[in-house]
Structure formats: structure tokens, C-alpha cells
């Protein structure tokens, strides 16, 4: 996992999540402690924030955990101060148990698998999303990475992050390779990189994937952490398996959790079982007072649902959901109600516009079955012997566009009916696809959309209560509907008065809706009026003169040193995604999921 990584942070002020990679310079160590207070300050303001809450489907933040992979970050204290974000990093995480930590000991120094954990040297240059039409300065970290056979080694997502070169070394050699990502699932934060050079290859053995480990299970972590340049080899056991958050992207899939050291450059590194076979990926960590050596491997289950979903597509698609909010029905006056004889089944509570359930699902409905699995009033079901699981289990184990039956009681009547499943849609992503986002100037007024990378860049404050809440529970209403921006406002001649304007929702041109920003950049292409007439919210308005604002365009992109006043995919024509005879017919904020619908305890969307 990536110290390097995205800031993220948690209502809990005790807890943070955070990405294990190593870290050795002297800056990165200083500025771990001073991001200490930092972190906790912004615990403290999330605590009684509504922005703090949880979003809807893919939780975005998640409680204690963190992403352990891109190491050795060499960057300027600054910058490593907001990619620490809430990380706790003090002397005593800095600290190993010799016990656990075992380096090129014992009877596994010779052993064949470790061959196969190669070290992971990634240079990173993510956007500037507050200044779209740049990028931030470049770092490097550093991860683990292990061979799968085929010229292609698996790692983490994180760690390969907005990567702009990616190279690899062996144990014991002292060569780098150049690697290509082939794919990367943010939601499940795997990678799949090649290695072309023959010479890497040489000699070399893949690991061989093995099955999903039973409790109390011994376990070993294998990777290049904090503390050394060598490999690094800790141990533990199984401690519990279970669906769980995965931090990097914002999902929850099968997870294991183990009592053996994950630290800081140990992500992307493989686990082993008793037998020498590889059991998952270490990605994450959960740092807490309360609690201790509590570590999160990725299950060789989701590892092979990564891995077919590419060979099926050419790329990776994603895992899918069935877009609802669901219930759980441990009432027995309310099973009563709703007419369910016996004690089972979720409550359907809210369909999502986007999803092909909002077609057949009513709210109201209430699903007692999946594919022929019977579905607990908890909204778990059976998992191998003796064991429950949450019921989403069921639907990541599908691949986009399959098709799932349902059995559902809709007002007392038992019914089955067929659901097909694809990735969700984000009205306010968590990655941008392509890594750089979409712009548009307009005499000095920078259009951008909303993303949680420019939510966090930005810090909450100066984003606005009203507008966070609408980021964190609105839904799309159709796939590619955007909540568009003015990020801020280039001060110049044209756009006097508006110079104190940043962070507000643009809702509509000259009377017309906007749907994205591509949809924004075609009406005032195509406007012949006068005015250019955007409204925002609370009926706020922002007008300029056409044929000034087109004339002062290049002064501005000159003065300010911008190369272009658009992104390049607004270049495009522009394809409307409703068709032109359709209209929207309210706000995306107009009826947000409340902030009850987000708990971990009684309501999950699957």
C-alpha cells in the first residue's frame, strides 16, 4: 500500500487509514509526525460534519482502514503532508516485533515462492484538480509485486496510481526492469502489470493461486515494507473472512483479515499459506488506538474475478451491483407488515435511476432470494460451513451484464423476476477515468465536475455544506450526468464582480439544464445571444457578454499560462446521453439519500 496516496479521512479521530509502503527518507519521516496534528484537526472537523458521513453504494470512507502499498515516497514536505492525510504516523509504527519480523530467516530462506515477490518502483504525476489544465509535481514510492505467470506479475492498484513509469526488481538482483500496467480495478485495488524483457523472466517460477483459507489458518506476508531494502517475511493466521471496505476504492468485497504485520511498502505482496501457495494480496491495514496487528489481504477469489474479467473483455469492467438500498427486516412487526411470513428477506428501500433493477424493483419490494439463495432477515447469507456472509457476497461473485434472479414478495405475493447487473454509476466519481479531468474557461470562469479528489484537495470548508451533501447522496438520474463546477474565477476586465466565486454548482445556460460539462461546452458553442447567462444555485447568476467574453478568451489563457481554454475530450463532438427530445426533470439534489439511509448497521446497498 502507498504512503503516498490519496488523503483520506474518517469521523473517528482515533483511527486512519492507510496504505503500507515504505518510506525511508529522513523528509518523509518528519513530515509523517508534523502531519500528526494535522490529521487529528481534521478528524475533529469531520466528527459534527454531515460531510463525514458515509456514501451511498461505495462507501467512500471508511473507519480505521488504510491502503498499505506505494512506498518510498520521495516528495516535498508539503506534498507528502496531504497524501499522509489522517495517517498516524509516530516512532512507535516505526517499530517492529522481531518476533514477527523475519528477513531471510529460518528454513524459508531458500524457499522457491519468494523468488517469484519482486519490488515494485513506481514514479507517480497525479492531477492538479484545482488546476485541471496541470499536473502536480512528480514523486516515487515504492511497493511489492509478485509473478502470476504469462510475462504478467499482479500488485496493487494504489501503487500504480496516476503512474507515468513503472519498473520492478528481482530479489537479488540489482537490474530494473521498465513494467506496463495492462489493468488497473481501483475497486478492488489490483494491477496487472507485464514485463517484456526475456531476461526477467529467466529462471523464474509463478506462484500458483490457491483456495480460500479457513480460520485460525497459518499465514505468511511476503514483501519489501519500511525498514530495509531486502524482502521482508511476516507470519500470522487467519483471523477472520469476511466482506469488508476496501479503502482504494471506496467498495466492499471479500476480505481477509490477519494478525501478521502489514507495513508501508508491503502492498501488492502476496500471502502464503502453510503449502506454499498464494492465498490473496496484502492492501491494507487498520490503524486504531483500540486496536492492534490487524491487517486486510485481498481473497484469491476476487483476485480470479479480476483477473477473468480482463481476459473476457480485453480490459477490466468492474465488479457490478444491483443498485438498491436495502433494509434489513429483524422486526417482527415489521415483517408482518410488509407481509413476509417468515424471518427473512432485505427491504427494498430505494432503487437507483441508473441501474436496470429501477425497471423491475419497487420500493417496497422485498427480496428473499438470490439466484435461489435464501437471504436472512440481516441481509446475509449461508457461507461454507457454519458461517453467514452479507449478502452483497453474493452479487460480486457476478461479472458485468450477467443476469440474477430474484425471488421478492411484493405486497404479500411471491414472485421471481431477472435482474441484469453492471457497474455503478457515480454522479460524483472517486477516479477520473483517463486521470485527467474534463475544464472549460470562459472569460476566466473554470468549469470543472465534482470529484471526491477535488473534494479533498480542496478541503471541505471551502466546498460548502450544501454542496458536500449533495456529492455524497445524490444519484445519477442517467449514466453520464455530471455535477458541473465553477471551481473559481480567473480575475480579468470581462469578469468583474465575480472574482470572489469558487466551488459552486452550475445548474443551468440560458434557461437550458445542464447535464455534464461536455453538455455545457456545446450550448455555449452553439449560443448566438447576447448575454452568457449561467445560473447557480440560490437563484445566484453570473453574466457576461458574449462577443467580450469570446474577444478576451486568449488574453486570459495568456496571462495565467494556460495552454488551452478546454480539455481535449471537449474537443469531441457532443453526443446528448438523454436524446435531444428529453428533458431532466429535477435537480440530482432535489431528493438525496438522507444521511440515515448511509449507516454501516441497518441499511446497505448492494
Not at 529460518?106 to 507517480?124: E, I, M, P, R
Not at 515504492?142 to 519498473?167: P, R
Request: with cysteine; proline share 4%.
Amino acid at each position: 500500500m502507498a504512503i503516498a496516496v490519496a488523503n483520506y479521512c474518517f469521523s473517528a479521530v482515533t483511527s486512519s487509514v492507510k496504505f503500507s509502503c515504505s518510506t525511508s527518507s529522513q523528509r518523509r519521516l518528519a513530515t509523517s509526525h508534523t502531519s500528526l496534528a494535522s490529521a487529528n484537526h481534521k478528524n475533529q472537523n469531520f466528527k459534527n460534519s454531515p460531510s463525514t458521513s458515509i456514501s451511498s453504494t461505495t462507501d467512500r470512507k471508511f473507519p480505521g482502514r488504510s491502503k498499505d502499498g506505494k512506498g518510498e515516497t520521495e516528495r516535498s514536505q508539503s506534498t507528502a503532508f496531504k497524501s499522509f492525510g489522517t495517517q498516524r504516523k509516530d516512532k512507535k509504527e516505526f517499530q517492529f516485533d522481531s518476533k514477527e519480523q523475519l528477513s531471510e530467516s529460518g528454513n524459508l530462506q531458500d524457499a522457491a515462492f519468494l523468488n517469484a515477490v519482486v519490488k515494485v518502483y513506481c514514479t507517480h504525476t497525479a492531477p492538479d484538480y484545482s488546476l485541471p489544465w496541470q499536473k502536480q509535481r512528480q514523486y516515487t514510492s515504492t511497493g511489492s509485486a509478485f509473478m502470476i505467470g504469462d510475462g504478467k506479475l499482479l500488485t496493487n492498484a494504489h501503487c500504480v496510481e496516476h503512474y507515468t513509469q513503472v519498473k520492478v526488481k528481482r530479489r537479488g538482483d540489482d537490474t530494473k526492469y521498465v513494467a506496463k500496467v495492462l489493468a488497473r480495478g481501483v475497486d478492488c485495488d489490483i494491477a496487472l502489470l507485464s514485463v517484456e524483457s526475456e531476461e526477467f523472466w529467466k529462471d523464474a517460477e509463478p506462484l500458483c493461486l490457491g483456495h480460500l483459507p479457513c480460520l485460525q489458518d497459518a499465514v505468511t506476508v511476503v514483501g519489501y515494507p519500511l525498514g530495509g531494502d531486502t524482502i521482508s517475511v511476516t507470519k500470522g493466521v487467519v483471523s477472520r473472512i469476511e466482506v469488508t471496505s476496501y479503502a482504494h476504492g471506496s467498495s466492499e468485497l471479500l476480505g481477509i483479515q490477519i494478525d501478521a504485520a502489514i507495513n508501508p511498502g508491503n502492498s501488492g505482496g502476496p500471502a502464503f499459506n502453510d503449502k506454499g501457495e498464494c492465498i490473496g494480496v496484502a492492501f491494507q491495514v487498520y490503524r486504531s488506538e483500540e486496536v492492534e496487528n490487524i491487517g486486510y489481504v485481498i481473497p484469491t477469489t476476487v483476485v480470479s474475478h479480476f483477473l477473468s474479467d480482463y481476459e473476457r473483455n480485453g480490459k477490466y469492467t468492474g465488479f457490478p451491483c444491483l443498485g438498491v438500498l436495502l433494509q434489513k427486516l429483524e422486526n417482527p412487526a415489521l415483517r408482518t407488515c410488509l407481509k413476509v411470513p417468515s424471518n427473512e428477506g432485505v427491504l427494498v428501500r430505494r432503487v437507483e435511476p441508473t441501474s436496470d433493477a429501477n425497471n423491475i424493483l419497487k420500493e417496497g419490494d422485498v427480496i428473499v432470494s438470490f439466484d435461489d439463495v435464501r437471504v436472512g432477515s440481516e441481509g446475509t447469507v449461508p457461507f461454507r460451513s457454519n458461517e453467514r456472509i452479507a449478502f452483497r457476497y453474493l452479487i460480486s461473485q457476478k461479472f458485468a451484464g450477467d443476469v440474477a434472479e430474484l425471488g421478492i414478495i411484493r405486497a404479500g405475493t411471491f414472485m421471481k423476476v431477472k435482474v441484469v447487473l453492471n457497474p455503478r454509476v457515480h454522479l460524483v466519481p472517486y477516479h477520473i477515468d483517463g486521470g485527467q479531468p474534463s475544464y472549460l474557461i470562459i472569460a476566466g470562469l473554470v468549469f470543472t465536475p465534482l470529484s471526491e479528489p477535488l473534494i479533498e484537495e480542496e478541503c471541505d470548508d471551502s466546498i460548502g455544506l450544501k454542496l458536500l451533501a449533495k456529492a455524497r447522496y445524490s444519484l445519477a438520474r442517467f449514466k453520464g450526468e455530471q455535477m458541473v463546477i465553477l471551481s473559481q474565477v480567473l480575475a480579468n476586465e470581462v469578469s468583474i464582480g465575480y472574482e470572489d466565486m469558487s466551488n459552486q454548482q452550475v445548474l443551468k445556460f440560458n434557461g437550458t439544464r445542464i447535464k455534464n460539462i461536455h453538455h455545457l461546452a456545446h450550448l455555449v458553442d452553439s449560443c448566438k445571444d447576447k448575454y452568457l447567462v449561467f445560473e447557480f444555485e440560490d437563484n445566484y447568476l453570473a453574466v457576461l457578454e458574449r462577443e467580450a467574453a469570446v474577444a478576451a478568451s486568449s488574453c486570459i489563457l495568456k496571462d495565467y499560462g494556460i495552454p488551452s481554454e478546454r480539455s481535449s475530450d471537449l474537443l469531441e463532438p457532443y453526443v446528448d446521453p438523454l436524446g435531444e427530445n428529453q428533458a431532466i426533470n429535477q435537480d440530482s439534489g432535489d431528493s438525496p439519500v438522507s444521511d440515515l439511509e448511509i449507516g454501516f448497521d441497518g441499511l446497505k446497498w448492494a
